[in-house]
């Protein structure tokens, strides 16, 4: 003790003397630290002392900022990291609580390499403890931080390493998160996206907590296991796994697991057209995040909510959800929620006619995107910026962004390389490169789309573009089977889309009046949701079916209607350029449909 005392003195008196000789001043509140007024003079100071100094040095620093600091008021996370940098280098185990409130604190706030660092820091030191509580937090909190900066195969490497941990210290219930942790990326849309290997993991985790009776892992197993199938395209079976989960986690009380489940329930029930119970948990799931205080997962529900609202044809509470989702994810500096909440907006904008901001949200998203790692936007944003594009006569630059969506599905998101497939395919249909497209969408046969709504639709649209192209027989049936899928799922934009397209293939088939029908159904459901996108083009064709008809007059008077509508989508335009540009090009596309193909 005496020894101790004395180098606690000699340390006190070197700084004093360093300080005294103006080499270093004690920093203010706000700066929590000895601050070296030259860099030069702070290493050549430091650099002299022994390990050992080197080591007091650390520990008396890391003390006297604990005694001043972190214990009459909250630690800030900038004296958590001090502190936690300071007994690390002392060689102190003090460092670990720490390094994990710095941790946690870099994640909140996004820096997600900071968060690996200091998760990384507080494991080194949690690794000779006999408490494996903390263990499987760090390394689940790392895992995430892994993640949301768009690493991966390293978070995978990290859960795998937890399962080895789990293995030397015959440890089962860390064993358990371990293949909990590595079963939730192998069942979302990522790099690591693996059905078998999901399924294998869900199956051995599974029957380990059925061992343990851990409730709660079971809970999030079966969430694993309703991510997988809705992936995989099974929502009957997403939903059973997905309302298991949801029994589970509301007996084992565990609040957010039963959140999370609901939140992905969202996308369950929207699939399968179930809107009552799509609504009820969406508003569950917001009112579960915001008694949680959970910011960044309340932005992410009302973003989801907005999307679906969009799909629906409901473009007022899209808007209105997207509102909220992003001004909560700008509150918090949530790059990933700001990006996710503007898909919604891009969406109705869309739809409505409003291209300019359409496109300018979605050029956001994806900026946005890129900066959180929010990688399904570059195929799925994409996508939809390629269709914008086409829809205003952009096509080359329609084309190159359906290219880099397509591409990036390609090398990175495999399980949204139906939706990158097919906007590159309507891409080069529109630009002429039948054979391009033809070939690409060889390799992704109608069945391929599988659990996301919209990459279905589009998947047999883009089939079905094709066929109209090749005036093959095919384009009927494939038509039909666009809007049976649509209609099953009731989502209205997507059946209008569905209609026109069923609509040019009863003309070229010589059904005339079917295709009066059709497209009267689908001018009505267009006007009943503003849908301004798809309205001109629809007048067009009933101006085209009119013509076949022989009626001269309906026609000319669709005409007309389809030519104003159009107009409309144009005075909208502030471009210059793109406004010309739109109006040739719809001139020509109201010409061609308009015509009669019977003659």
């Given at each position: ?241 997905g309302e298991q989960s949801l029994a589970l986690a509301r007996a084992a009380g565990a609040a957010e697991q039963e959140a999370a489940t609901l939140n992905d329930l969202i996308h369950v029930y929207g699939t399968l057209a179930a809107w009552p119970e799509h609504l009820a948990v969406a508003a569950e799931a917001a009112q579960r995040w915001r008694t949680l205080g959970n910011l960044p997962m309340l932005a992410d529900s009302l973003a989801t909510v907005s999307l679906w609202a969009a799909l629906r044809g409901d473009y007022d509470l899209a808007l209105t959800a997207s509102a909220e ?7 918090i500096n949530n790059l990933w929620g700001q990006s996710y909440s503007l898909s919604g907006t891009g969406m109705a904008l869309w739809h409505r006619g409003d291209y300019a901001q359409a496109m300018q949200l979605t050029r956001e998203c994806l900026r946005l995107a890129g900066q959180a790692g929010y990688i399904a936007a ?222």
């Amino acid at each position: 003790m005496r020894r101790d005392y004395n180098q606690r003195m000699s340390l006190g008196l070197q700084l004093q003397t360093l300080e005294k000789a103006d080499l270093i001043r004690l920093a203010t509140a706000a700066e929590l630290a000895y601050l070296f007024r030259h860099a030069m003079v702070q290493e050549a100071a430091y650099g002299s002392l022994v390990r050992a100094a080197r080591r007091r040095l650390h520990r008396a620093a890391a003390e006297v900022l604990e005694a001043l600091y972190g214990h009459d008021q909250p630690l800030t996370p900038e004296v958590a990291a001090l502190l936690a940098q300071h007994y690390h280098q002392a060689g102190d185990a003090r460092a670990q609580p720490f390094a994990t409130l710095a941790g946690e604190a870099a994640l909140a706030r996004y820096a997600n390499a900071e968060a690996v660092m200091y998760f990384t820091l507080a494991l080194e030191w949690a690794q000779h403890s006999p408490d494996a509580a903390p263990l499987a937090a760090l390394y689940a909190a790392r895992g995430r931080a892994l993640e949301l900066s768009g690493q991966f195969t390293e978070a995978v490497q990290n859960y795998q390493a937890l399962g080895a941990v789990a293995e030397a210290r015959n440890d089962q219930r860390l064993k358990l998160k371990a293949l909990v942790q590595e079963g939730i990326l192998r069942s979302n849309v990522n790099p690591m996206f693996d059905p078998p290997e999901g399924h294998r993991l869900a199956a051995e985790a599974l029957e380990l907590a059925a061992a343990l009776n851990d409730q709660e892992a079971e809970a999030k197993v079966y969430w694993n296991r309703m991510n997988l199938h809705r992936f995989e395209g099974d929502n009957t079976a997403a939903r059973a796994n997905g309302e298991q989960s949801l029994a589970l986690a509301r007996a084992a009380g565990a609040a957010e697991q039963e959140a999370a489940t609901l939140n992905d329930l969202i996308h369950v029930y929207g699939t399968l057209a179930a809107w009552p119970e799509h609504l009820a948990v969406a508003a569950e799931a917001a009112q579960r995040w915001r008694t949680l205080g959970n910011l960044p997962m309340l932005a992410d529900s009302l973003a989801t909510v907005s999307l679906w609202a969009a799909l629906r044809g409901d473009y007022d509470l899209a808007l209105t959800a997207s509102a909220e989702a992003g001004q909560i994810a700008r509150s918090i500096n949530n790059l990933w929620g700001q990006s996710y909440s503007l898909s919604g907006t891009g969406m109705a904008l869309w739809h409505r006619g409003d291209y300019a901001q359409a496109m300018q949200l979605t050029r956001e998203c994806l900026r946005l995107a890129g900066q959180a790692g929010y990688i399904a936007a570059f195929v799925l944003n994409g996508a939809q910026l390629a269709g914008m594009l086409a829809d205003v006569g952009q096509l080359e630059a329609a084309l190159a962004e359906a290219q880099k969506a397509s591409d990036f599905a390609e090398a990175h998101l495999q399980p949204l390389r139906p939706m990158g497939v097919s906007a590159l395919a309507l891409a080069q249909i529109a630009v002429g490169q039948l054979d391009a497209a033809e070939a690409n969408l060889r390799t992704v046969p109608v069945g391929d789309a599988r659990g996301l709504l919209w990459a279905i639709a589009q998947l047999l649209k883009a089939h079905g573009e094709m066929a109209l192209a090749r005036r093959s027989p095919e384009a009927l049936p494939l038509a039909q089977q666009q809007l049976a899928v649509v209609t099953e799922m009731r989502a209205l934009p997507l059946e209008v889309e569905a209609r026109l397209t069923l609509a040019q293939a009863q003309r070229q088939a010589g059904q005339w009046p079917e295709a009066r029908a059709t497209l009267r159904e689908a001018r009505r459901l267009a006007e009943a949701i503003t849908m301004r996108r798809l309205l001109w083009p629809v007048l067009a064709e009933l101006a085209g079916v009119a013509a076949d008809a022989g009626d001269a007059a309906e026609a000319q008077t669709f005409r007309a209607e389809a030519q104003a509508a159009a107009d409309s989508i144009a005075a909208g335009l502030p471009d210059p350029a793109m406004r010309a540009t739109f109006e040739h090009w719809a001139a020509g596309q109201i010409a061609a449909r308009a015509r009669n193909l019977q003659g």
